[in-house]
């Protein structure tokens, strides 16, 4: 059973920083694609960014790309989102997220149905 643990939220003002932490036990994270996700109020669950397994590739959506960056260490079985000139429509619950098979990106973008393995969400609130 793979379990992951989100870590690194907070309250921040538009144009901060935060670099969120997802902690992975159970198995690696360097054998699984892991991505996150974010839900904000009364919106469904959305897809941010994701990497592949071999880390060749790695996808955002469009409204983070330049800002937003996923990347693990695998020493430490996490992976991690850096989140820089944070928007205060940036403000979700952030997910974690890690399957056992491949993602199928499909216009950019990777289905919340495709995912095995959620951590609890960590709160993201930009201030504006």
């Known amino acids: 059973q793979v379990q992951l643990v989100e870590s690194g939220g907070g309250l921040v003002p538009a144009g901060g920083s935060l670099r969120l932490s997802c902690a992975a036990s159970g198995r690696t994270l360097s054998s699984m694609p892991v991505g996150w996700f974010r839900q904000a109020p009364r919106k469904e669950r959305e897809f941010v960014a994701a990497k592949s397994w071999s880390g060749g590739s790695t996808w955002y959506r469009d409204s983070v790309k330049g800002r937003f960056t996923i990347s693990s260490d695998n020493a430490k079985n996490t992976a991690y989102l850096q989140m820089n000139s944070l928007k205060p429509e940036d403000t979700a619950v952030y997910y974690c997220?890690?399957?056992?098979?491949?993602?199928?990106?499909?216009?950019?973008?990777?289905?919340?149905?495709?995912?095995?393995?959620w951590g609890q969400g960590t709160q993201v609130t930009v201030s504006s």
């Open positions: 997220a890690a399957s056992y098979g491949r993602w199928t990106v499909v216009g950019g973008t990777i289905s919340p149905a495709q995912v095995d393995y």
